[in-house]
């Protein structure tokens, strides 16, 4: 599978905490305690973003390279990061029944994160397979 990175902006909130920000993926963001913590989460919403384009039938954008960025384009800015994600694969369609009281829930939470139906229902069986994986 090849790795695909997309420059971003690594930015410290007022409140101490830190976020990520990724200028050719609108909506594409991450936030944690600590800078470390932030890029680490930014892979993972790198991934879940490319993953919703592919299944929304959107081309992924062509990342422009980390020199190219700007740091004028974010003011609060601390730093430029490279971050990766390996490409999304071919998704596959599925027929599954599920309660519509749950179908509802899925539908709201997923809109609140910006995310399809269907990315949000792969975010989380990816969560529960990882979470299996290690024992919880």
């Known amino acids: ?59 992924l954008p062509i990342a422009r390279g980390i020199e190219q960025m700007d740091m004028a384009e974010a003011a609060e800015a601390v730093g430029k990061v490279l971050i990766g994600a390996e490409e999304p694969d071919l998704s596959e369609r599925v027929n599954v029944m599920l309660p519509r009281s749950l179908l509802g829930r899925i539908d709201r939470r997923a809109s609140e994160k910006g995310l399809s139906r269907s990315a949000f229902l792969a975010m989380a069986a990816r969560w529960a397979l990882e979470a299996a994986q290690r024992g919880s």
């Open 1 to 59: 599978m090849t790795k695909l990175f997309y420059p971003a902006f690594l930015e410290q909130g007022e409140d101490g905490g830190w976020g990520v920000w990724f200028p050719d993926l609108p909506g594409c963001v991450s936030a944690g305690d600590t800078a470390d913590e932030a890029v680490r989460e930014a892979e993972d919403a790198l991934a879940l973003h490319l993953e919703a384009l592919i299944e929304e039938g959107i081309e």
